[in-house]
T-cell receptor, first 111, second 112 residues
Framework: QKEVEQDPGPLSVPEGAIVSLNCTYS??????FMWYRQYSRKGPELLMY????GNKEDGRFTAQVDKSSKYISLFIRDSQPSDSATYLC???????????FGTGTSLTVIP | DAGVIQSPRHEVTEMGQEVTLRCKPI?????LFWYRQTMMRGLELLIY????????DSGMPEDRFSAKMPNASFSTLKIQPSEPRDSAVYFC??????????FGPGTRLTVL
């Protein structure tokens, strides 16, 4: 079993839709949870970062962590064509430790 | 800061040749990571360094792969001899003690 599971999609939504992206994990020692966005032919860039359980909001983006279910989510409100990218979840046990990445979900927002 | 710098951006080589990928991390970052990304396997950690010392190289696929970090501002990933199945995008990332890894633009390697 992989440490981190992520549905690869692809996911295609109309502009303005709410998008939900999810990851599950098996290691209960994970404490830090990240979402990276990767545009085509670019390196991943950090989008959201959460420590432990709870919600974090940044503009149109909300990250949720449910450690009891080993489940994390990223919600995108009012999705825009510029949100079209691959979204990777990542998690680690402690600061400076290696990250465990999901395989990424490809998202296309249609104008 | 210019961010993480990788070279070359594209590399096309023939099977059996030696390939060297280069990375310059962000100044002041003491962690450096090498990843490989393919459609089939996603982003895989190959090796990471802390203060120039390799901490975990369990992701290095086989002895044909080696990585060095001779100083805080430079690292190399070498494949010798290269094989077609090594074709992938190789990323270098660096971080400080925060949990944000900054990725370079990647090197797209094609082994014919």
């Amino acid at each position: 079993q992989k440490e981190v599971e992520q549905d690869p999609g692809p996911l295609s939504v109309p502009e303005g839709a709410i998008v939900s992206l999810n990851c599950t994990y098996s290691n209960s020692a994970f404490q830090y949870f990240m979402w990276y966005r990767q545009y085509s032919r670019k390196g991943p860039e950090l989008l959201m970062y959460t420590y432990s359980s709870g919600n974090k909001e940044d503009g149109r983006f909300t990250a949720q962590v449910d450690k009891s279910s080993k489940y994390i989510s990223l919600f995108i409100r009012d999705s825009q064509p510029s949100d079209s990218a691959t979204y990777l979840c990542a998690m680690s046990r402690y600061t400076g430790n290696q990250f465990y990445f999901g395989t990424g979900t490809s998202l296309t927002v249609i104008p | 800061d210019a961010g993480v710098i990788q070279s070359p951006r594209h590399e096309v080589t023939e099977m059996g040749q030696e390939v060297t990928l280069r990375c310059k991390p962000i100044s002041g970052h003491d962690y450096l990571f090498w990843y490989r990304q393919t459609m089939m396997r996603g982003l895989e950690l190959l090796i990471y360094f802390n203060n120039n010392v390799p901490i975990d190289d369990s992701g290095m696929p086989e002895d044909r792969f080696s990585a060095k970090m001779p100083n805080a501002s430079f690292s190399t990933l070498k494949i010798q001899p290269s094989e077609p199945r090594d074709s992938a995008v190789y990323f270098c990332a660096s971080s400080s003690l925060t949990n944000e890894q900054f990725f370079g633009p990647g090197t797209r390697l094609t082994v014919l």
